[in-house]
């Protein structure tokens, strides 16, 4: 059933909701040495109000690197 829907899309020309092997294998290189370090106790992730964009820390990173937000963020709670 998962296959049938992966092969529609992809007859439709939407790729925008499968995830493709080296998008996964990119994640993983980046984030499993961040998750190492934070099972060694090496790093500690900065708490955030769910919902938020992330914490305060994050956007003073953004900004020195020069980025400028130029929209709004509203957040969606899922429904269930």
């Known amino acids: 059933m998962v296959f049938d829907?992966?092969?529609?899309?992809?007859?439709?020309?939407?790729q925008d909701k499968e995830v493709w092997?080296?998008?996964?294998?990119?994640?993983?290189?980046i984030f499993?040495?961040?998750?190492?370090?934070?099972?060694?106790d090496e790093m500690k992730p900065l708490p955030y109000k769910p919902g938020s964009r992330g914490p305060e820390?994050?956007?003073?990173?953004?900004?020195k690197?020069?980025?400028?937000q130029t929209h709004g963020y509203i957040w969606i709670p899922p429904t269930f």
């Not at 829907?5 to 939407?14: D, E, M, R, S, V």
């Not at 092997?21 to 290189?29: D, G, P, Q, V, Y």
């Open 21 to 29: 092997t080296f998008e996964l294998k990119a994640a993983w290189e």
């Open 57 to 63: 820390e994050a956007d003073k990173l953004a900004e």
């Open 32 to 40: 499993t040495p961040l998750l190492h370090r934070i099972d060694r």
């Open 5 to 14: 829907t992966i092969l529609f899309n992809a007859f439709q020309g939407k």
């Open 65 to 68: 690197a020069g980025y400028v």
